[in-house]
């Protein structure tokens, strides 16, 4: 769904000034860092990922709520990729209104007890493709499956494909998201962390391309949509967050920003990262920011042919890279 902005801003102003200052002096110092481009050992591959898309997008019905027939198809789809791959895969069933939902699960590293949680939502919100919103983020998902298969792993890695993302069960517990990130709390699972792949797709090079739910945030980040975005919490110091934010950047696969969010700025939490926040799990969010750059957002308009595969696939390297190298 992305990260709409409900900002009241006359009082807050300030707070958020002050965090620009200081986000602006640590940008300052990532920019003196190494710059070389770090090699994948097993690259995305963008013909995987142009498949993909295909498979989400030109469904015969769309892929939201109402047609639970597409949704499983879907399902079934994610499935049988991970299937391929992983050490386990599994549906995640539950009932909402009397109609089965299944998050869709595989996991790497299973002989390691502490968790790492890869989450992306495969609904739509009505009847449009859904390119960006969320078949880019899915479509990492199917592509780290491929990536990661027989590799070393210091956690045990869940890829998981939620249902129920969008209107009208965001923000209920009628999320997959939610089934999920409750089941893991409930069993006392030992998560060292979950990172929300939602909308990775969507660039534009052209001055005035990136808007902002603050303005002067242009300051510190240009006005070009030319970056991807690592959303997390405002006071978000856990070694999860932090590792995960250094390895990506490290990797320099790609332009990457880090946004802390405020609690005020409360629509950086609109992805399903938000329901393992509300069980105290280190979580934050991977995106292109959504409708303050892609005006396609939640529109028929959000198709296959808006994307820009090239740096998408750039995205899936540096996920990837982080969740290898991750201590």
């Known amino acids: 769904m992305g990260f709409k902005n409900i900002i009241k801003p006359a009082k807050k102003k300030l707070i958020l000034f002050v965090g620009l200052f200081f986000a602006g002096i640590l940008l300052f110092i990532s920019g003196k860092e190494d710059k070389t481009v770090k090699k994948s050992p097993v690259p995305a591959d963008t013909e995987q990922v142009k498949k993909h898309l295909t498979a989400l997008t030109q469904t015969q019905e769309f892929r939201n709520h109402k047609n639970i027939d597409q949704l499983n198809a879907v399902a079934d789809y994610i499935h049988q990729t991970f299937e391929t791959y992983s050490d386990s895969t599994v549906f995640q069933e539950y009932q909402v209104d009397g109609k089965v939902y299944k998050n869709v699960i595989c996991s790497f590293g299973t002989e390691n007890s502490k968790r790492i949680i890869i989450g992306a939502h495969y609904d739509v919100c009505g009847d449009q493709q859904g390119a960006d919103d969320n078949a880019t983020g899915v479509t990492a998902l199917l592509e780290l499956s491929r990536m990661l298969k027989g590799q070393k792993l210091d956690y045990r890695i869940d890829l998981v494909a939620y249902t129920l993302e969008e209107p009208p069960y965001f923000r209920t517990e009628n999320m997959g998201s939610y089934i999920h990130a409750k089941y893991l709390k409930d069993n006392k699972i030992d998560v060292y962390g979950m990172a929300s792949v939602e909308m990775i797709g969507y660039f534009k090079d052209e001055k005035g391309s990136q808007d902002f739910p603050v303005g002067a945030l242009s300051w ?98 540096a996920i990837f890279l982080s969740i290898i190298h991750l201590k």
């Open 220 to 317: 510190i980040y240009g006005n070009k949509g030319d970056f991807i975005t690592l959303v997390k919490k405002f006071s978000g110091a856990e070694p999860f967050v932090r590792n995960f934010i250094d390895h990506f950047k490290d990797s320099n696969q790609i332009k990457t920003e880090t946004f802390p969010a405020p609690g005020f700025v409360k629509g950086v939490d609109f992805s399903d990262h938000l329901n393992y926040w509300k069980f105290d799990f280190p979580a934050l969010m991977i995106t292109d920011t959504s409708f303050f750059r892609n005006k396609n957002y939640h529109q028929t308009t959000d198709t296959l042919e808006t994307l820009d595969i090239n740096r998408m696939t750039k995205v899936i390297d």
